[in-house]
């Protein structure tokens, strides 16, 4: 008669570090192998960040670090610890809402949402870099983030209107209001 044997699976490593999102330094243990995209939606709960190809193709998953738009999906978690990322969620200014965030809503310029906070995150890295662009330079700035809902006029209208009433830089810098 045989006897039944349980083999329980071999312990994970898992990495311990920390990641300063939206000015906040957290502490989290993390599976090594996993993306920033990972990290930030399933260890740090901020769901704000959309995860769609996951090849670097549709841009739903941009973040800033150090102001510049990056492919979360594409990162290596490990590889962005102690560097300042920013989510939707710290786009805004404690209760009040980023320039860009009430041109959007005011001028309809998200529908279903989806690709809304990387639209977000990479017009105001536009914006702190070019506070006022053209509409190619906007254009172009938002090529990488695919939109299937807008047909992209009203969003380009948005960062316009986001640039005349002036940005918010949430590091509270030369545009921005605290
Ligand atoms: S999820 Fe599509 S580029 Fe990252
Ligand atoms: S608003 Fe739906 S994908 Fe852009």
Redesign the pocket.
């Given at each position: 008669m045989s006897i039944p044997v349980t083999i329980e699976p071999p312990a994970r490593t898992k990495a311990h570090a920390t990641f300063i999102v939206n000015g906040e330094r957290l502490e989290v243990a993390f599976a090594p192998q996993k993306t920033l995209?990972e990290v930030i939606r399933e260890d740090l709960a901020l769901t704000g960040t959309k995860?769609?190809?996951?090849?670097?193709?549709?841009?739903?998953?941009t973040v800033l670090v150090d102001g510049e738009p990056v492919?979360?999906?594409?990162a290596l978690g490990l590889a962005y610890t102690d560097r300042a990322i920013t989510t939707v969620e710290g786009l805004a200014h404690g209760p009040e809402l980023d320039s860009l965030q009430r041109a959007f809503a005011e001028l309809g310029a998200a529908q279903c949402g989806y690709c809304t906070p990387a639209m977000l995150l990479t017009a105001r890295a536009l914006l702190e870099k070019n506070p006022h662009p053209t509409r190619d330079a906007i254009r172009e700035a938002l090529s990488g983030t695919l939109c299937r809902c807008t047909g992209y006029l009203k969003i380009f209208e948005a960062v316009e209107r986001a640039a005349e009433v002036g940005s918010g830089n949430p590091e509270g810098g030369e545009h921005g209001h605290e």
């Open positions: 995209l995860h769609g190809c996951e090849l670097g193709e549709c841009g739903m998953c492919l979360s999906c594409l």
